[in-house]
């Protein structure tokens, strides 16, 4: 089917007509067909139409991966609604900020959980395990046309940001996934990433879009993935870089190691895979893990289809995407030159809601710059280097990632964050290891740098953490980093 042609609304519909008869969902021992998940958002979808929600509505949905959030999902967006997924672990006052920010009239909680400033919608009762909320007052409507939901970056720089998906920037993600890697009928798709997630997000849309099987896990244990798989092993896995490195080193028992024997896919994104994570899944499984780069904004931009794993290498461009380098003056950069990464994609976003400073920053000229440095390869490939961060400490410029380079190329650490701190009231650079503190400290971090940078680029501030802070998806928080300066050792 052309692209143009795709509606994301109807997918289940579609998949129905193809072959009503084919397992859609297998989740906790229990299996649907297509005929059977179409009826349900069919069913659902007709009673929101008559409580209001149709074309513009706002619908939140707080839930963990299940049936419920399938039939939900896609039951508002056959009414016409605009889905809106939230972690279902979501704090109750982080949720309250969504609803009042993006003006999000409903909310759909599992069952037994409340919210004290939204009353459940009479009338509906529960559904799929789930109920219905709502705010007080009229129901507002959004009036661009064509939206079909609003998404949440990660808010691993700070606070998260909104945007506004249509129908075609998740159309165009999800079908050129697919076609990249000839997806069909026959797969069967892991859907261990969390559906509030965009990465997550893409698995279950592009699971029903060639009319495969979707296994649902409620929560990522190594245990319940085991126990799911012996009877049904994933041909596609779309993974985060902490599955796959507890995967890798995770206890096995009796068959379990055989459970990824028909695996073709192993996708890897939401944050970068450790080269020791790569290693031990394929020794352990025998396959490879693929990297994917993307973000919220942007959704999926690049894949690394080889076999082979390479640091910061990130693979080629999906079809319609366009990635260019730029010079701090706006020029493009040659092959091999590094600079800042923009990338061009009708799955991109145009702007943030609500924060017209931060979107004049990111989405420039027609690209998205989601603020990495990298460079291009002479075959097209995209080589990332990290954040693109310069500090200005006492009128030089440091780059941060000069120096996060010079660490980890002299110690056993894996992350490194460098950023500004302070000391005695003036500006320095301060770096963040994560490593192990026995064998890994400030004394060590700092004369590593003496002997590869510039004095003034030295850290003179430095802290060894065992962990930092990550979300569900093992991206860096640094709006959760430290504050406070180290004390040094």
């Known amino acids: 089917m052309p692209l143009g042609e795709i509606d994301p609304r109807r997918l289940l519909t579609l998949a129905a007509r193809r072959d009503g008869?084919?397992?859609?969902?297998?989740?906790?021992?229990k299996?649907?067909?297509?005929?059977?998940?179409?009826?349900?958002?069919?069913?659902?979808?007709?009673?929101?139409?008559?409580?209001?929600?149709?074309?513009?509505?706002?619908?939140?949905?707080?839930?963990?991966?299940?049936?419920?959030?399938?039939?939900?999902?896609f039951a508002v967006l056959e009414a016409g609604g605009v889905v809106i997924p939230l972690p279902a672990d979501l704090p109750e006052a982080g949720v309250a900020e969504r609803l009042a920010t993006g003006e999000i009239p409903f909310l759909v909680l599992q069952e037994g959980v409340a919210c004290p400033d939204?009353?459940?919608v009479s009338g509906l009762g529960v559904v799929e395990g789930c109920c219905l909320c709502r705010r007080e007052g009229p129901i507002p409507r959004l009036t661009s046309?064509?939206?079909?939901?609003?998404?949440?970056?990660?808010?691993?720089?700070?606070?998260?940001?909104?945007m506004l998906k249509t129908e075609g920037n998740i159309a165009h993600d999800f079908e050129h996934f697919s076609v990249a890697l000839g997806l069909g009928p026959s797969d069967v798709f892991l859907g261990a990433t969390p559906f509030c997630h965009s990465f997550g997000t893409l698995g279950l849309l592009a699971a029903f879009h060639v009319g495969g099987t979707l296994l649902v896990l409620p929560r990522f244990l190594p245990g319940s993935v085991f126990e799911a798989l012996r009877q049904d092993p994933p041909t596609v896995f779309l993974a985060t870089p902490p599955m796959v490195e507890v995967l890798g080193k995770c206890r096995l028992e009796g068959e379990d190691g055989?459970?990824?024997?028909?695996?073709?896919?192993?996708?890897s994104s939401a944050a970068s895979l450790p080269r020791a994570a790569f290693d031990a899944f394929k020794q352990r499984y025998g396959k490879p893990v693929h990297v994917q780069y993307g973000s919220t904004e942007t959704l999926s931009a690049t894949v690394n289809l080889g076999d082979?794993?390479?640091?910061?290498?990130?693979?080629?461009?999906?079809?319609?995407?366009?990635?260019?380098?730029?010079?701090?003056a706006g020029g493009r950069c040659l092959p091999g030159q590094r600079g800042l990464l923009g990338i061009c994609s009708p799955a991109a976003s145009h702007s943030y809601d609500n924060d017209p400073v931060a979107s004049a920053k990111t989405f420039r000229e027609g690209f998205v710059f989601p603020g990495d440095a990298g460079y291009l390869d002479a075959q097209g490939g995209l080589h990332l280097l990290g954040r693109s961060d310069i500090l200005n400490i006492g009128g030089y410029k440091v780059d941060c990632l000069e120096v996060e380079e010079a660490i980890r190329s002299a110690l056993a650490v894996s992350v490194v964050i460098v950023m500004e701190g302070e000391r005695a009231g003036l500006p320095v650079v301060r770096a963040l290891v994560e490593a192990d503190p026995d064998r890994v400290t400030g004394s060590m971090v700092r004369e590593a740098c003496r002997k590869r940078l510039s004095p003034y680029k030295v850290p003179a501030l430095v802290e060894v953490l065992s962990i930092l802070p990550r979300d569900a998806n093992g991206k860096i928080q640094r709006a959760l980093l430290p504050i406070d300066a180290p004390k040094g050792d």
């Not at 069913?43 to 949905?61: K, N, P």
């Not at 046309?145 to 909104?162: A, C, D, F, N, V």
Request: charged share 20%; glycine share 12%; proline share 5%.
């Open 21 to 29: 008869g084919r397992t859609a969902v297998v989740a906790q021992g």
């Open 118 to 120: 939204l009353a459940p």
């Open 308 to 328: 082979d794993y390479q640091e910061g290498f990130v693979g080629h461009p999906y079809p319609g995407v366009e990635i260019g380098i730029f010079d701090e």
């Open 145 to 162: 046309r064509g939206i079909l939901m609003r998404q949440y970056s990660s808010g691993s720089t700070g606070h998260p940001k909104e």
């Open 31 to 73: 299996r649907l067909s297509y005929d059977e998940l179409s009826h349900r958002c069919s069913s659902l979808a007709g009673e929101l139409r008559q409580l209001g929600i149709d074309s513009g509505v706002q619908v939140a949905l707080a839930l963990p991966n299940s049936v419920g959030f399938i039939v939900w999902f």
């Open 258 to 267: 055989a459970v990824f024997k028909a695996l073709r896919f192993c996708v």
